[in-house]
């Protein structure tokens, strides 16, 4: 069993990545139901939840079929990542991730993000505040540092541990590396095998198929996977992965009735949270997936990427279901 403080989860758990205007409470609601263990919150920004911008205070919205959830927060400046975490300790999630992972430039030449990576002391030292702040679990997640030449992650998730963190995820790229390349699973793997390590260390990065799941647990022997890109616009990824743990077989993929039933209740779900000016907008980008690989489908594609009228993208759904309904999905 895998714990993240009091928090019980099965062996090698599978979390859904925080993903900015991804990882909203309607797609997480998808993910839930698709068998993701833990769900983490887009990140929020420190600044704007003290300014009380409505768009970062939005975001602390959670629903209570969604638990276990992380929120995640994002900041570099001490007072403001203290005050977030009081507002954030006050919506009661079940964790509180720090975001020591971004690597956008607005973020990092703050220091924030990816960009603490460079002042380790600093790093070390915002985590132990913040642990001290809190009763909630607070976990980190990371890139494996700011270049290839300052690699230090064994260090750093060993020194994280020890001021009080519950639970590390790492992206096994650097900040350089952007999204550039194959993320590499031996430095994270490497933090795993530190004899002092006893807090779970989740792997993320390129998690795009069932067999890259086992990989990672049975080559890398990592505590779980976190898991981003392989769920945008297919919750069904949780599924598969643990239908192919349990059995070694893959599970057929879900037919044209079920992608258009996830994507319907997606968006119905996205103007229920947003309205439906923002929640048309913002699913728009799951629709790619929901409907790949289905030959001449870019006319309904493009009406559903393209419409500003929700009615007009649920009537590209139905149409797309009586044309498309019988197509076998490979
Ligand atoms: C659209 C998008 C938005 C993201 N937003 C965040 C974020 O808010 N916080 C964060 O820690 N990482 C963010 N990430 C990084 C992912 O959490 C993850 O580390 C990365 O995509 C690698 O995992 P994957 O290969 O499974 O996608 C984002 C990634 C994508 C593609």
New binding site residues.
Partial sequence: MVKIGPIELPDFPLLL???????DPPFRTLCKEQGADVM?T??ISSEGLIRDAAKSVMKLDIYEKERPVGI?I?GAELDSMLQAIDIVTATKPDIIDI?F??PVKKVVCKNAGAGILRDIPLMVKLTEAMVKRTHLPVTV?TRLGWDHDSIKIVEVAERLQDVGIQAISI?GRTRVQM?KGQ?DWKPIAAVKNNPRMHIPVFG?????SPEAAVRMRDDYGLDGA?????S?GYPWFFREVKHYFETGEHLPPPDMMARVEAARRHLEMSIAWKGEKLGVLETRRHYTNYFKGIPNFKPYRMRMVTSDDAADVFAAFDEALEVFGDHVFA
């Fill in positions: 990545a925080p993903m900015e205007d991804v990882s983490y887009e990140f995640q994002f975001n992972g971004c997640k992206h999204y993320a993320n990065g390129d998690v795009d976190m898991i981003g890109r392989a945008i």
